[in-house]
């Protein structure tokens, strides 16, 4: 008799029929199994701090939090665990910086279903996720290829604070959310606009939709 490993996944999404469809799926998958499904990025943290799962699927837009900072929570309490981000968004305006910041892989939404199995296993094993796409950003960074783009540049913390800012979350909202001081906030922002050479709220989210960082 041939024992098969259960992964146990994790799915993070706030659309309610994404998650049943790749639950629905993924039970149909040999040795995978969701055990766990979250709508926001506390309900994410809950489901890290409980513990039982192998691998999470996180999509990277977000009402609460965005991928990028669920993403920072969860390798804060969890470096070890694998966390595949799902994004509507294409693999050029994310990828690279959520790679280099610690997900395990980058998946476009438009991708094939089968796609996101192989990648639950690959990732499961240890390794990195790589699409052909991804790979040759990767190497373009590598060679030198192509200046970076503005965002790119910034920090972690910077990329949170500029995201939630194109969306027009005022400072001192921001600093309760974020745990931060308002004067923390006002910092990174002062950064951010000095790294981008913008000068104002509106400029970050003219760029940010320019750019296809938010819809």
Excluded at 112 to 139: C, D, H, M, N, Q
């Amino acid at each position: 008799m041939i024992l098969v490993t259960m992964i146990r996944v994790a799915i993070v999404d706030d659309h309610a029929i994404v998650r049943t469809g790749l639950r629905q799926f993924l039970s149909e998958e040999i040795g995978l199994t969701v055990v766990a499904e979250a709508s926001n990025g506390r309900d994410a943290l809950d489901i890290v701090r409980a513990g039982g799962v192998d691998v999470m699927l996180v999509d990277l837009s977000m009402p609460d939090q965005s991928g990028v900072e669920v993403l920072a929570a969860i390798k804060a309490r969890a470096p070890e665990l694998p966390v595949l981000i799902l994004s509507g968004f294409p693999e050029q305006h994310y990828a690279t910086t959520m790679l280099k910041q610690g997900a395990a892989g980058y998946l476009n939404k438009d991708c094939e279903p089968e796609e996101i199995a192989k990648a639950i296993r690959t990732v499961f094993r240890g390794r990195k996720y790589i699409t052909s796409g991804v790979a040759e950003l990767l190497a373009d960074g590598l060679a030198g290829g192509g200046e970076k783009l503005p965002h790119e540049l910034l920090s972690e913390r910077e990329l949170q604070v500029f995201l939630r800012l194109a969306k027009g979350e005022a400072i001192g909202t921001m600093a309760i959310s974020m745990s931060l001081s308002v004067k923390t906030v006002s910092t990174y922002r002062t950064r951010v606009m000095e790294k981008m050479k913008l000068e104002s709220n509106s400029d970050l989210t003219y760029y940010a939709l320019k750019a296809g960082l938010i819809q």
